[in-house]
């Protein structure tokens, strides 16, 4: 769940770069 969480975090951050 927290990875899961993590994950999704990054791949936003990604998203926003």
Known sequence: ???FRL???NI???NCE
Do not use: A, I
Request: aromatic residues 0%; charged residues 20%; neutral net charge.
């Open 1 to 3: 769940d927290k990875v």
């Open 7 to 9: 994950n999704l975090s």
């Open 12 to 14: 936003s951050h990604s």
